[in-house]
């Protein structure tokens, strides 16, 4: 055994010193302690105050969004509302549409049927004409001017009395006449 093993321990003067250290610093050490408390609670209040701005700033950003869903919602209803009126004019238009031209096809038919009448009118007038020499004057003066050039182009067309038209110039010749209609 060592000879320093014999000699007593310092334990003891060490806890005594610490002891007294403590008892003549105490005020320092509670300035310290406290203001170690003070700096966590700093900061826990700090941290609340984060989360507190940071919910406020995330309801305020919310309630922007919402509000910029509200106008959003409210131009797409219009639009949509737009639209629907777009296609209900269009349905009246083609309904319109539609009933035009039904009525403009029985004007066609009508029409056609007035100018095949007046063609085959035109047609015999001629005939009636250019063979009655006497009654050719005295009928060709009651007519109006236009329908007196008809009658004369259709009776320029006719064959010699006698002589039989055939259905081939008769077309033809009620081509001529129609075409002559239709000139401004």
């Known amino acids: 055994m060592p000879w320093y093993d014999k000699l007593p321990s310092l334990r003891p003067i060490k806890g005594v010193s610490t002891?007294?250290?403590l008892l003549t610093h105490w005020e320092t050490i509670s300035q310290e302690y406290e203001e170690f408390r003070r700096q966590i609670k700093d900061r826990e209040a700090w941290a609340k105050t984060a989360l507190k701005v940071k919910g406020e700033l995330h309801a305020l950003d919310r309630e922007r969004l919402e509000q910029q869903l509200e106008v959003w919602r409210a131009e797409a209803?219009?639009?949509?509302e737009a639209v629907i009126r777009a296609a209900d004019l269009l349905d009246k238009f083609s309904a319109n549409t539609d009933a035009l031209s039904q009525e403009l096809e029985q004007v066609r038919v009508l029409l056609k049927r007035v100018v095949t009448d007046l063609?085959?009118?035109i047609?015999?007038?001629s005939i009636t004409v250019a063979y009655d020499e006497r009654q050719r004057g005295a009928l060709l003066s009651t007519l109006q001017p236009r329908m007196r050039e008809l009658v004369e182009t259709a009776i320029s067309g006719l064959p010699a009395p006698g002589q039989v038209l055939p259905p081939a110039e008769w077309l033809q010749l009620r081509k001529t006449v129609?075409?002559?209609i239709l000139e401004p």
């Open 19 to 21: 002891f007294f250290y």
């Open 77 to 80: 209803t219009r639009r949509a």
């Open 119 to 121: 063609l085959d009118a």
């Open 123 to 125: 047609g015999f007038l």
């Open 178 to 180: 129609l075409t002559k």
